[in-house]
């Protein structure tokens, strides 16, 4: 079962996508590390993130290895990786990696902006997750300040606002809804919430259309 998790930025992807992970057994990749990672090798580099055929060598440079790099998390990382994520031959190169994934046998959980609609179109489940810019901001900014840092809610939420218009503007792989997907909007739900709705969303998904009787008695 390959299950697609799209959505904006802080919108609780990550969270879902490894609780759901957990809990049907199946492996879990965060495909945001893959721009994160990219994005780093370009600042270590000194190298220019709006140059897309600096950005695709290093995209295509990348050790997997390279995305335990707890740097990589970071609100920093997450700016950078939205920078080289516009370049339609970065996505190409990490193209081929993502869809081995997904189709490793038994399946398996994907989070990111275009599983559904381009990493796996062929997902037997897509969620969109999603929430308003200012829940999203506020959750970003609770999250950042229990790490310790100090950070201005009007700062997150203006850096959501251009993310999401980078993510969403961009011409190759933009950030929207699969005409599959299904819509989970977590502007009101804690976590635990979020994770029972999803849960039930794939049941649904693995018990298929109900049978009409006509088609069972032929
Ligand atoms: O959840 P958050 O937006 O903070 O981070 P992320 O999912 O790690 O994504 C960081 C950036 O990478 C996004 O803003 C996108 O521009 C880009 N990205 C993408 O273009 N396609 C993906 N499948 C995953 C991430």
Same mark, same amino acid.
């Given at each position: 079962?390959?299950?697609?998790?799209?959505?904006?930025?802080?919108?609780?992807?990550?969270?879902?996508?490894?609780?759901?992970?957990?809990?049907?057994?199946?492996?879990?990749?965060?495909?945001?590390?893959?721009?994160?990672?990219?994005?780093k090798?370009?600042?270590?580099?000194?190298?220019?993130?709006?140059?897309?055929?600096?950005?695709?060598?290093?995209?295509? =440079?990348? +050790?997997?290895?390279?995305?335990?790099? !707890?740097? #990589?998390?970071? /609100? *920093? @990382?997450?700016? &950078?990786?939205?920078?080289?994520?516009?370049?339609?031959?970065?996505?190409?190169?990490l193209?081929?990696?993502?869809?081995?994934?997904?189709?490793?046998?038994?399946?398996?959980?994907?989070?990111g902006?275009?599983?559904?609609?381009?990493?796996?179109?062929?997902?037997?489940?897509?969620?969109?997750?999603?929430?308003?810019?200012?829940?999203?901001?506020?959750?970003?900014?609770d999250?950042?300040?229990?790490?310790?840092?100090?950070?201005?809610?009007?700062?997150?939420?203006?850096?959501?606002?251009?993310?999401? =218009?980078r +993510?969403?503007?961009?011409?190759?792989? !933009?950030? #929207?809804?699969? /005409? *599959? @997907?299904?819509? &989970?909007?977590?502007?009101?739900?804690?976590?635990?919430?979020?994770?029972?709705a999803?849960?039930?969303i794939?049941?649904?998904?693995?018990?298929?259309?109900?049978?009409?009787?006509?088609?069972?008695?032929?």
């Open positions: 079962m390959i299950i697609a998790i799209d959505g904006p930025a802080a919108a609780g992807k990550g969270t879902l996508a490894a609780r759901l992970a957990a809990h049907f057994r199946l492996p879990y990749l965060d495909t945001g590390l893959l721009y994160r990672a990219v994005g090798r370009i600042a270590d580099r000194g190298l220019d993130p709006g140059d897309p055929a600096a950005s695709a060598a290093e995209a295509r =440079a990348l +050790d997997p290895d390279e995305l335990a790099n !707890p740097t #990589l998390r970071g /609100h *920093d @990382a997450g700016e &950078l990786a939205s920078r080289i994520a516009v370049h339609p031959e970065v996505r190409e190169a193209l081929a990696f993502q869809r081995d994934f997904a189709h490793r046998p038994g399946g398996a959980v994907l989070d902006r275009d599983i559904g609609s381009t990493v796996a179109p062929d997902a037997d489940v897509k969620i969109f997750v999603t929430a308003s810019a200012e829940v999203r901001a506020r959750r970003r900014t999250e950042l300040r229990a790490k310790g840092r100090e950070v201005d809610f009007a700062r997150i939420l203006d850096e959501i606002r251009g993310r999401d =218009a +993510d969403a503007g961009r011409a190759t792989a !933009p950030l #929207l809804a699969a /005409h *599959d @997907a299904v819509i &989970l909007d977590t502007s009101t739900l804690d976590a635990d919430q979020v994770f029972a999803a849960v039930a794939i049941e649904t998904a693995r018990r298929g259309p109900p049978v009409s009787p006509d088609s069972v008695l032929g």
